[in-house]
């Protein structure tokens, strides 16, 4: 089966070429003895364009396996079209097994969501990065912010936190919101909601972070303190909503609002498809 | 007799086309304003960027003497420990707010971050030091949340030092800090400094081509030509009696002025 697999592929297995391949995962293991430290790579042309996750899925090619079974979300679904086309990809290149069920995927990748489904030890995430550099809207030179990483001088990050509460009386940043890794490394979390910070924090999964434009990739190692930055008199909070989801009446997850009718009318539901469907057959 | 908090001896950047500075010796005290006076090119900017550890020295000596005591050769620090002093030892004024200013984030949100960066972690607290501040140097705590870019050239200065002065450094750098002012706007620049020199007891090193700076400011002046000190003294003495060609013809200048 594999070996008639194999003849009608057009590309090695998982797209990229087995030396690019040793050249991410080599890359990888750096990333992941030096959490939160960004690792820059040799990123490979990707018949995508940039901003649809190259990065995650270079990283992704790099490390799937035979036996892997892949989930891809955008936002917290599986059925958007960047999830699906990257889901398609992934099946045409290595044949592996593809689900939507956060508990039996072997490997994730993601965008902007952590699933709410707690991941457990062995499963791999995999981050789809637009900006690697949680230092970027404050220092514009990749020279000066690698130098602030160096020195550990990280006193830019709080003027942002700072101008936050000045302009609008309590931390804005809701999302890609920085966190210090292993009390090391400054990182930006990538545009997950603030929501999934606390996730990182000790999680028993492998985190892995891709940037393709910027050719930089991070991971936060398994059980790795995760810090998200804050000040004493205004401690980090995460979103909380009023209402539970409209559809499973989960009080624990992250909302997103749909407008329903024409009308304007407006529900909450969870962002996270797979989970609001478990809680619903749940309860059925 | 206190020990100084500099000392320099034969001191020398070479940029290998015969520019630079050369055979430096000076000591600065706690809460002394030395003022390094000279042409356009003298040396003026490479000797003050050298002793900051901003460009590496290519001769000589630079002892720094930290607040609890301790002795450090600036010519051969490791880069990590010499950030580690800029950060909380000194502060490094520049002529154009643009370099020394973050532009684009508020008043409260420069003068703060230096504290940030030694670890200060309580909002209000940093927010009540940058009003503070902001009034030590005559600039309203109403403008707490403005940008410097809606500052006047004499504020943005002022800005610069309060940004500097907030974790209070025991040894401060100034290139030309007065160069972009009108006449009236830098009197009370420096005014203002003396004032906080005095009652913080910061040593000073400004760099200035003005001997009318230095004058109004500097207890002692070196006087610079071609990379090297040509007179160095008490100030007044040098205004009252300048030794060398050039320095007479710079007080000469100011008298005239
Ligand atoms: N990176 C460099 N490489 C070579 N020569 C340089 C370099 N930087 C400065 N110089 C030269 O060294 C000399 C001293 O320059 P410096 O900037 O220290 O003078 P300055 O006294 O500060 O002058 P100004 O009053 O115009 O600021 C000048 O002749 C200058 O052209
Ligand atoms: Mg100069
Ligand atoms: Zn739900």
Redesign the interface.
């Known amino acids: 089966m594999t070996e008639a697999c194999h003849s009608q592929w057009q590309y090695n297995f998982a797209f990229l070429d087995e030396n690019t391949k040793r050249m991410l995962r080599r890359a990888l293991l750096k990333a992941v003895a030096i959490p939160g430290y960004q690792v820059p790579f040799g990123s490979r042309e990707m018949p995508l364009p940039y901003g649809w996750g190259t990065g995650g899925i270079q990283l992704t090619a790099s490390i799937i396996g035979q036996d892997d079974v892949l989930k891809v979300i955008d936002q917290g679904a599986d059925d958007t079209t960047n999830a699906v086309n990257i889901r398609r990809f992934f099946a045409r290149v290595t044949g592996v097994a593809t689900t939507s069920s956060t508990a039996a995927a072997s490997l994730i990748q993601s965008r902007h969501r952590i699933p709410e489904t707690p991941l457990r030890s062995g499963q791999i995430m995999v981050f789809q990065v637009p900006e690697p550099e949680a230092l970027r809207t404050l220092e514009a030179s990749e020279v000066e912010t690698r130098k602030l990483h160096a020195h550990q001088e990280y006193g830019l990050m709080h003027v942002k936190l700072y101008e936050d509460i000045a302009r609008f009386g309590h931390i804005a940043t809701s999302y890609d919101y920085p966190v210090m890794v292993n009390q090391r490394y400054l990182s930006s979390p990538s545009p997950i909601p603030k929501f999934d910070n606390p996730k990182l924090h000790m999680s028993p999964a492998l985190l892995l972070f891709g940037a393709g434009r910027e050719k930089r990739l991070y991971a936060i190692p398994p059980h790795t303190r995760v810090e998200s930055l804050a000040f004493d008199d205004h401690p980090f909070s995460v979103q909380r909503w009023e209402q539970a989801c409209a559809l499973c009446g989960s009080h624990d997850s992250y909302l997103d609002e749909i407008i329903t009718d024409d009308a304007g009318a407006r529900m909450f539901v969870c962002s996270d498809t797979d989970y609001c469907q478990q809680q619903q057959e749940g309860k059925a | 007799m206190s020990q100084p908090v500099l000392s320099v001896s034969g001191l020398a950047k070479d940029y290998g086309n015969g520019q630079g500075c050369f055979d430096i010796d000076f000591e600065l005290y706690e809460g002394e304003v030395l003022c390094i006076v000279g042409e356009s090119g003298s040396g003026k900017s490479t000797l003050l960027a050298t002793l900051a550890g901003r460009l590496s020295a290519d001769a000589g000596s630079v002892r720094f003497r930290d607040r609890a005591g301790s002795s450090h050769e600036l010519t051969t620090l490791a ?2 420990e010499r ?2 002093l800029a ?1 909380s030892e000194w502060g490094f004024v520049t002529q154009h707010a643009r370099d020394g200013l ?1 532009m684009n ?2 008043a ?2 420069n003068v ?3 504290l ?3 670890g200060q ?4 607290q ?2 009540e030091t940058a009003a503070q501040w902001l009034e030590k140097v005559e600039i309203s705590r109403e403008r ?2 403005d940008r410097p870019t809606a500052f006047s050239g004499g504020m943005q200065q002022r800005l610069q030092i309060a940004r500097n002065l907030v974790t209070q450094p025991r040894l401060v750098f100034m290139d030309e800090p007065t160069g972009g002012l009108d006449v009236s706007v830098q009197a009370r620049f420096l005014d203002l400094l003396r004032r906080l020199v005095h009652d913080t007891g910061i040593a000073v090193i400004m760099v200035t081509h003005d001997l009318g700076v230095a004058r109004l400011l500097a207890q002692r002046t070196l006087v610079m030509q071609q990379g090297r000190v040509v007179e160095a003294g008490l100030t007044d003495q040098i205004l009252d009696d300048p030794q060398h060609p050039y320095s007479q013809l710079l007080v000469s200048s100011i008298l005239q002025a």
């Open positions: 880069e990590a950030r580690r950060r973050r984030v508020s409260g949100a703060s971050e230096r940030m960066a030694l972690r309580h909002y209000g940093l927010r707490l949340d």
